[in-house]
């Protein structure tokens, strides 16, 4: 399989008033062709700013170390107009809030036609005319006329399928969505992820969808990587990692979820690490019923555990001890 | 079954906006509620669901008459809050409380955890210092005496919940409202705010009004869940019967549109993605407000209202054609 976006020991540092915080410490991930990667983890695990760091949209007070490869590219140390060249044509990301991510006094095919001019050599009518097309890709009716709109003209969700459109302009290698449908109904956010899949399978172009919601990665996700302080605890196959997740937290985040025919519903202890001080050794340790003295050694890496990637130092006995689940 | 300790019936409430465009000034009237009736038991937890806009925030303020409704009555312990004067409604909110959504704005950022808490023992003025009182409050939400003297910054989100929920339960109430209580959390920290609720109503015995968008949440928690569209009740009824039997199409989409957290199930649906969005409130649609994204509608729903109706499976539900 080939990944068209290579994370390499990723380590991300604000420079902050109390201290250095290590908002991501030593991340490695693959997104591959084709494929819709569900990045999870709560508020704080490093998710976003994974991401924000792989298309160089940190502020000056992070440091950013290790690597990041799209299509071959290095992107970490890579100058404003390298990077330029990349975000919008290689690598294109969402947000939560369409609005934020539109210019309210200009139309929403002008700002399309402008991602397509920004990256290819094309004329104002045949940069109109795609951008009337993509609107449709993204199944917004009368796409010709609504192209003539101004943001403030479109709901939520179709501000959203708007910025997609924008996203998808340049037929990007990959796709990066963080919390896409965060902010939206509950039907409207169905529609949004139908139009992600729906994208994703026409055009071939990988994506990411980092979410907390972990019924959208088990509706739309191939593959789920699980963050926690910035690090990664587990990886895999969608169902074999919600059938038999093999880190203590997967398991805790799945067991706290309401569910039909659940009487009581299983929090994980205590809460989230404070990152100007994380605990040494497995930062979950602190929280996790099966914590152990070896548990405060060594950061855990990812190994291979049954069908997954675990970093949880007891996983393989965790799991014999269980027998599944 | 007892007289319900909360009685609401035909609540109506109309905002006036001010629409300025371009020069003309119009005057425009949201319908945020349109006639909503409802009932709560002692001891019950009623969930309230609907999408943005349905108007189930504007239903709980009513309930408390933290706003005034424009039609319609709430009846509390059967005593109409409408008649009631500043005295004797003031006396009645020692009864009813409301805990929000968000933890880090319901709390004063200058008063101690345990200054917060016996606020509204203060406000009523009830006599002596009320350290003993806090104390047991603290532990009663899973929190530690000592946290009295701290300040709300050195809280987590799921930590300061507990707090304003402990503040809400100090004067005693029989009825809460919890508007979207858990929204804001994470999902391992929500699973114990979740807990906490379930736990204090076993244990006091007071009614929940359970105000939520996570559909999975209120079924968990409520015994009896009303699901709202655009002002109106479109289905109330037992969870179990509205969750497992959805009888208003509208229930139905919702229900179908919320992803499950198991990749196998949700691979196996087939789902009803609804069309476009909520249509707005200040001009809803005739007949049955929910007519225009119903893949169910004929001639009828534009032109009469369906009244609620008890169905087979004992909700009711406001459909011309309803499933099942």
Redesign the interface.
Known sequence: MSAVLRVRDLRVTFATPLGDLGAVRGVDLDVNAGEVLGVVG??GSGKSVTFLAAMGLLPATASVRGSVQVDGIELVGASPRELRRVRGRLMSMIFQDPLSALNPVHRVGAQIAEMLQAHQQMGDRAAATRAVELLELVGIPQPADRARQYPHEF????RQRVVIAIAMANRPKVLVADEPTTAL???????I??VIQRVQAETGTAVVLIT????????VCDRVQVMYAGRSVERGD??AL??RPTHPYTR?????????G?E?????AG??PNMLRPPSGCAFRVRCPHAIEACGGEVPDLRPVGAQESACIRASELASAAGGR | MNAPLLRVEGLVKHFETKLSSGVRRRRRVVQAVSGVSLEVAAGETLGLVGESGSGKTTVARCLLRLIEPTAGRVRFDGRDLASLGAEELRHLRRRMQIVFQDPFASLDPKMTVGASIAEPLVVQGVPGDHDDKVVHLLRLVGLSPDHARRFPHEFSGGQRQRIGVARALALDPSLVVLDEPVSALDVSIQAGVVNLFADLQRRLGMSFVFIAHDLSVVRHIAHRVAVMYLGKIVEIGATAAVYGRPSHPYTTALLSAVPVPDPARERARTRIVLEGDVPSPVDPPSGCRFRTRCWKATDVCAVEEPPLTVRASGQASACHHPEG
């Open positions: 709560e508020s709901s939520g969700g179709m109904d509950v039907t409207v956010q169905a529609q992820l139908e907390h919601d972990l019924g959208v990665v088990a509706r969608v169902r919600f059938e805790g985040l799945l067991d706290s979820l309401p569910r039909e659940l009581q519903l299983t929090p994980i809460f989230p």
